[in-house]
């Protein structure tokens, strides 16, 4: 699952031609230069490719922090079977540009609540039902959301 999900990460920052950083990336998507390229973009191409391995011991979450925001970040969640989303591990790609960032829900200091005043433990990100329903399911049984937000 690592090496699908880093070796994807890296595909996709070619794929939407990624130029200096992940925000001027969605600046281009929103006026049109780019197809995709947004955080949701990067999540929904990882998760549909971790789909394919068919994990039987992980799950697939879809997380989000401070959605429907100028902040806001879609990213994946992997847990093991019946383990709290809170104590899964964060895959986002969009984060670094086509690197793979990864660490535990509960540690990713840059999206915590009241992140301007120091660290204070607690985490914004929170688990999008819908959207890992779609990473959960048989992905023939049916489509995914058409969008990660209302605000896309």
Not at 39 to 67: F, M, Q, R, S
Not at 74 to 86: D, I
Request: proline share 4%.
């Amino acid at each position: 699952m690592s090496y699908t999900a880093h070796t994807t990460a890296r595909r996709l920052k070619k794929e939407y031609r990624v130029v200096l950083n992940p925000e001027f990336t969605v600046f281009l998507y929103n006026v049109g230069m780019r197809k995709r390229g947004w955080c949701g973009h990067w999540a929904e191409d990882i998760g549909a490719e971790l789909i394919k391995l068919e994990p039987n011991t992980l799950v697939l979450h879809w997380g989000e922090a401070y959605p429907n925001t100028t902040s806001e970040n879609n990213a994946l969640v992997v847990t093991a079977r019946n383990q709290r989303f809170e104590d899964g591990i964060l895959i986002d790609g969009w984060r670094r540009a086509g690197r793979l960032f990864w660490c535990p829900v509960k540690k990713d200091d840059e999206y915590e609540a009241e992140q301007h005043y120091g660290h204070s433990g607690i985490t914004m990100w929170k688990e999008n039902m819908k959207w890992s329903a779609w990473l959960q399911s048989d992905p023939t049984a049916e489509q995914k959301p058409k969008t990660a937000s209302a605000t896309r």
